[in-house]
């Protein structure tokens, strides 16, 4: 309503709806009252607009056939959506071989020439628009699907989409509540553009002759042209209508369009987990979390690309538990392959046991009874986790409400005593804020309120503090050591580590390299990777000293070398270190998967670590 073009089109329609509406009280005539003597006679005090050719009443005619005219419209449009948008969202968001149908009858329909059809329709249900307008809309559909689901693709890959699956949103709710608001824009614009499409359509059948036999806007059209000779004025009123029709709904469609695009301007395949071949699900005794042999590939130039191998570890209840590693080591991805969340990839072997039950041979309705409710999520960009269509605590407040099940009320009441909790100043005027309106440090702890809000006994905090200034990242950690749950850290940062985690497992190349307690990880390194992070942390920096860092990169899932991954990078490498895969073996209290680790004693990071404390700090300050 702020822009100026679209408020006059859209009252200009409306007074056009409600002058077809009320054409019996305001006509001056009925839609069929002669008047011979004024036959084809141009406007005259009697007759505003003018008279056809049986001295018929333009005017009148025009009020009267909105009423049909626009009813077809109104049937084909409800059908345009009832069936596109449908079609288009579950194509998008679920994919499979629900998109695969959906692809395929758009090609057919596209196929298939409308208007030949439609003059079927007519010739089948004479003088019928209301059939031809039902046929139409039916016809389109499969189009419009096409679109939606395009978008509709793009917004599933929104990390407030991942993050609210993992709260534990039902797939209905996610799709009411986050993906469709954001499908109003391209909706709007293909509804205004199929309703002009209509309306010419509706003019067209009447231009023919084979349209209803009652007044309707292409009647009048077919009337003025037959007429055109005699009387060229009768163009005009019909003419004008239909034009000014159709360019209003195109201004109406493209100011709701740009108004939804402010709303939501802030300052591939979906995982397979139940045909995982499973590993046997034996863990420690007692574990929350157990994790044997999981493998992730996702699709690469028509095959499957391992980018996590082997992977194996188990969560103690109320442990806290650090993954390092440098960018892509495959940390993210092994985390979110134990909630299923996986864009594009898949698990292809292994099992993920949580709470006894292998999640890998879960369903997507299992699946979503686990998240939320007894694994919660924190995400490494809070800002994007959040929907910025929807008030910061009216997200939380849904999360509360689907573990819950409590009321409206009840849950905004509690979903401001979690902002409470997680010491954000005001939670009652915080939760009425809109995510753009916050800092990244308000954002993450809206961000772990929400993991929180249902009871969950796990933690999963990718990269929680990236982007942080440290002060507030040090009360980051300290809410998250506060939670009293399990907590999986994943991090590239040794002081967020060391703040945080009793034991961590260092990754590399998709595999884990080194797994113990974070005092022997720091003090006695058993793999180089680890003795080369630590030598590159900032906090065991030697003033006078160049920071020393690891050479090379990590090379890509397809450049892995056979035996160690590390190997191009290792200054301890030798032949047998190429000649095949390295376990992962016990090496004094831990594990590691170095052939060689006896010689990291050659280089500085022992001397630097010597005069090192282990000591947990009260909040994030290094080792």
Same mark, same amino acid.
């Given at each position: 309503?702020?822009?100026?073009?679209?408020?006059?089109?859209?009252?200009?329609?409306?007074?056009?709806?409600?002058?077809?509406?009320?054409? &019996?009280?305001?006509?001056?005539?009925?839609?069929?009252?002669?008047?011979?003597?004024?036959?084809?006679?141009?406007?005259?005090?009697?007759?505003?607009?003018?008279?056809?050719?049986?001295?018929?009443?333009?005017?009148?005619?025009?009020?009267?056939?909105?009423?049909?005219?626009?009813?077809?419209?109104?049937?084909?449009?409800?059908?345009?959506?009832?069936?596109?948008?449908?079609?288009?969202?579950?194509?998008? #968001?679920?994919?499979?071989?629900?998109?695969?149908?959906?692809?395929?009858?758009? /090609?057919?329909?596209?196929?298939?020439?409308?208007?030949?059809?439609?003059? !079927?329709?007519?010739?089948?249900? &004479?003088?019928?628009?209301?059939?031809?307008?039902?046929?139409?809309?039916?016809?389109?559909?499969?189009?419009?699907?096409?679109?939606?689901?395009?978008?509709?693709?793009?917004? %599933?890959?929104?990390?407030?989409?991942?993050?609210?699956?993992?709260?534990?949103?039902?797939?209905?709710?996610?799709?009411?509540? $986050?993906?469709?608001?954001?499908?109003?824009?391209?909706?709007?614009?293909?509804?205004?553009?199929?309703?002009?499409?209509?309306?010419?359509?509706?003019?067209?059948?009447?231009?023919?002759?084979?349209?209803?036999?009652?007044?309707?806007?292409?009647?009048?059209?077919?009337?003025?042209?037959?007429?055109?000779?005699?009387?060229?004025?009768?163009?005009?009123?019909?003419?004008?209508?239909?034009?000014?029709?159709?360019?209003?709904?195109?201004?109406?469609?493209?100011?709701?369009?740009?108004?939804?695009?402010?709303? $939501?301007?802030?300052?591939? $395949?979906?995982?397979?987990?139940?045909?995982?071949?499973?590993?046997?699900?034996?863990?420690?005794?007692?574990?929350?979390?157990?994790?044997?042999?999981?493998?992730?590939?996702?699709?690469?130039?028509?095959?499957?690309?391992?980018?996590?191998?082997?992977?194996?570890?188990?969560?103690?209840?109320?442990?806290?538990?650090?993954?390092?590693?440098?960018?892509?080591?495959?940390?993210?991805?092994?985390?979110?392959?134990?909630?299923?969340?996986?864009?594009?990839?898949?698990?292809?072997?292994?099992?993920?046991?949580?709470?006894?039950?292998?999640? @890998?041979?879960?369903?997507?309705?299992?699946?979503?009874?686990? %998240?939320?409710?007894?694994?919660?999520?924190?995400?490494?960009?809070?800002?994007?986790?959040?929907?910025?269509?929807?008030?910061?605590?009216?997200?939380?407040?849904?999360?509360?409400?689907?573990?819950?099940?409590?009321?409206?009320?009840?849950?905004?009441?509690?979903?401001?005593?979690?902002?409470?909790?997680?010491?954000?100043?005001?939670?009652?005027?915080?939760?009425?804020?809109?995510? $753009?309106?916050?800092?990244?440090?308000?954002?993450?702890?809206?961000?772990?309120?929400?993991?929180?809000?249902?009871?969950?006994?796990?933690?999963?905090?990718?990269?929680?503090?990236?982007?942080?200034?440290? @002060?507030?990242?040090?009360?980051?950690?300290?809410?998250?050591?506060?939670?009293?749950?399990?907590?999986?850290?994943?991090?590239?940062?040794?002081?967020?580590?060391?703040?945080?985690?009793?034991?961590?497992?260092?990754? #590399?190349?998709?595999?884990?390299?080194?797994?113990?307690?974070?005092?022997?990880?720091?003090?006695?390194?058993?793999?180089?990777?680890?003795?080369?992070?630590?030598?590159?942390?900032?906090?065991?920096?030697?003033?006078?000293?160049?920071?020393?860092?690891?050479?090379?990169?990590?090379?890509?899932?397809?450049?892995?070398?056979?035996?160690?991954?590390?190997?191009?990078?290792?200054?301890?490498?030798? !032949?047998?270190?190429?000649?095949?895969?390295?376990?992962?073996?016990?090496?004094?209290?831990?594990?590691? %998967?170095?052939?060689?680790?006896?010689?990291?004693?050659?280089? /500085?990071?022992?001397?630097?670590?010597?005069?090192?404390?282990?000591?947990?700090?009260?909040?994030?300050?290094?080792?």
């Amino acid at each position: 309503m702020r822009r100026p073009l679209a408020r006059l089109a859209a009252g200009y329609l409306v007074v056009i709806a409600l002058a077809s509406l009320l054409a &019996p009280v305001i006509a001056p005539y009925g839609p069929d009252d002669q008047d011979l003597t004024q036959a084809l006679s141009g406007p005259t005090p009697q007759h505003w607009l003018g008279t056809g050719v049986l001295g018929r009443d333009v005017l009148s005619r025009l009020l009267f056939g909105g009423r049909i005219t626009l009813v077809g419209v109104l049937v084909s449009s409800l059908l345009f959506l009832a069936v596109g948008v449908p079609m288009g969202v579950l194509a998008g #968001y679920f994919g499979g071989w629900i998109e695969r149908v959906v692809l395929r009858l758009a /090609d057919l329909v596209y196929a298939v020439p409308v208007i030949i059809v439609l003059l !079927v329709v007519v010739a089948i249900f &004479p003088g019928n628009e209301t059939a031809a307008m039902v046929a139409l809309g039916l016809l389109a559909a499969p189009g419009l699907a096409r679109i939606v689901r395009s978008v509709a693709r793009g917004v %599933r890959e929104e990390l407030y989409i991942s993050a609210a699956k993992v709260s534990g949103l039902r797939a209905v709710t996610i799709l009411r509540r $986050h993906v469709l608001p954001r499908l109003t824009g391209p909706i709007v614009v293909q509804l205004s553009l199929f309703g002009a499409g209509a309306v010419l359509l509706e003019t067209g059948l009447g231009f023919l002759g084979v349209g209803s036999a009652q007044a309707t806007w292409g009647g009048q059209v077919s009337e003025a042209s037959t007429n055109l000779g005699t009387q060229p004025w009768l163009l005009v009123p019909s003419g004008f209508l239909v034009i000014s029709f159709i360019l209003a709904l195109g201004l109406v469609g493209d100011g709701i369009r740009d108004a939804v695009a402010d709303r $939501h301007h802030s300052g591939t $395949h979906r995982p397979r987990t139940s045909t995982v071949p499973s590993s046997p699900a034996t863990g420690k005794a007692g574990a929350l979390l157990s994790v044997r042999g999981l493998t992730v590939a996702f699709p690469q130039y028509g095959t499957e690309n391992t980018v996590v191998s082997g992977v194996d570890f188990d969560l103690m209840p109320a442990e806290v538990l650090g993954i390092v590693g440098e960018s892509g080591c495959g940390k993210s991805v092994t985390v979110q392959a134990v909630l299923g969340l996986l864009r594009g990839g898949r698990i292809t072997a292994g099992s993920v046991v949580f709470e006894g039950k292998d999640l @890998t041979q879960a369903s997507r309705r299992e699946l979503a009874a686990v %998240r939320g409710a007894r694994i919660g999520w924190v995400s490494p960009e809070p800002v994007a986790s959040l929907d910025p269509a929807f008030a910061v605590g009216a997200q939380v407040a849904e999360v509360v409400r689907t573990h819950r099940g409590c009321s409206r009320g009840a849950a905004r009441r509690r979903a401001v005593e979690l902002l409470e909790l997680v010491r954000l100043p005001d939670p009652a005027a915080v939760a009425r804020r809109y995510p $753009h309106q916050l800092s990244g440090g308000m954002a993450q702890r809206v961000g772990i309120a929400a993991a929180l809000a249902g009871d969950p006994v796990l933690i999963i905090a990718d990269e929680p503090t990236t982007a942080l200034d440290v @002060t507030v990242q040090a009360e980051i950690l300290d809410l998250l050591r506060d939670v009293g749950t399990a907590v999986i850290l994943v991090t590239h940062d040794w002081g967020v580590l060391s703040d945080l985690c009793q034991r961590a497992l260092v990754m #590399y190349a998709g595999e884990i390299v080194e797994e113990a307690t974070l005092t022997e990880l720091v003090r006695t390194p058993r793999h180089p990777y680890t003795a080369g992070l630590l030598m590159s942390s900032p906090f065991l920096a030697v003033p006078g000293k160049p920071l020393p860092a690891i050479e090379g990169v990590v090379p890509a899932p397809a450049d892995w070398p056979v035996g160690c991954r590390f190997q191009d990078r290792c200054r301890f490498a030798a !032949v047998d270190c190429a000649t095949g895969p390295v376990p992962l073996r016990p090496a004094n209290g831990g594990l590691t %998967r170095c052939l060689h680790h006896d010689r990291l004693r050659e280089l /500085d990071v022992f001397a630097l670590n010597s005069g090192v404390s282990t000591t947990k700090p009260s909040s994030s300050r290094g080792l």
